[in-house]
């Protein structure tokens, strides 16, 4: 069994400043991670995601995560905040193996970019 | 390439009533999967079909049903409907079955039981 604990419903961040949006999960078996954005009225897109290998995964519109085993954690960060960046984020886990299971979100971010 | 479409966006209905929603994949993706979000649940995985099959079901009552065609669209049915089953119901197509794989969502079918 897996779950997702996303801290912080609602961040706000500066234009410029540094974003941080914090993950960690539960998981039984080695976890595959994901981040995920949703803007309004629309659907879920793929920043980027962690299976094996290079534990800091680098993703789309300058996202980057990284994979730390020890603290069960998967933080998404990018180094200066643009306004397009509004959005809600999810993070989600699925057990690794490559079966057939469904992923696991947390239950969302929204990032809000003060001008 | 065109990219997952949900059919339709918008529905009301009426506790007690039935509804289908569709769901076409990305060409070439043979699986699909289904997903609910509400603001007090938010996302929770509903069932995955591949190659017309049914590969996983996620936490939900008999109510909820879906199937896949051999065009690899699929469809979902929910039955009886309650008023908790208002949500936004999200689709995501991809080339295989599993997480290795990228899921690709659609906008989603916003349902409102009254």
């Known amino acids: 069994a897996q779950s997702v604990t996303q801290l912080g419903s609602h961040v706000s961040v500066s234009e410029g400043a540094l974003v941080l949006l914090r993950c960690n999960y539960s998981?039984?078996?080695?976890?595959?991670l994901f981040w995920y954005v949703q803007y309004p009225n629309q659907g879920l897109q793929l920043l980027l995601k962690y299976t094996t290998g290079a534990t800091l995964v680098k993703g789309i519109n300058g996202f980057e995560a990284e994979f730390k085993k020890s603290e069960t954690s998967f933080h998404l960060t990018k180094p200066s905040a643009h306004m397009s960046d509004a959005a809600e984020y999810f993070c989600a886990v699925s057990g690794s193996g490559g079966g057939a299971d469904g992923l696991t979100f947390g239950k969302g971010t929204h990032l809000i970019i003060q001008p | 390439k065109a990219g997952v479409t949900q059919t339709p966006r918008y529905l009301i209905k009426t506790r007690g009533q039935q509804v289908t929603l569709s769901c076409s994949p990305i060409s070439g993706h043979r699986s699909v999967s289904w997903y609910q979000q509400t603001p007090g649940q938010g996302l929770q995985f509903l069932f995955e079909?591949?190659?017309?099959?049914?590969?996983n079901k996620g936490n939900f009552p008999g109510r909820f049903s879906g199937r896949q065609f051999s065009n690899s669209r699929s469809e979902m049915n929910v039955s009886t409907l309650e008023l908790g089953d208002s949500a936004l119901y999200l689709c995501?197509?991809?080339?295989?079955?599993?997480?290795?794989?990228?899921?690709?969502f659609g906008p989603g079918t916003r349902l409102t039981v009254t």
């Open positions: 998981s039984s078996v080695p976890p595959y």
């Open positions: 995501a197509s991809s080339l295989g079955s599993g997480v290795t794989y990228e899921q690709y």
């Open positions: 079909y591949f190659s017309e099959t049914q590969r």
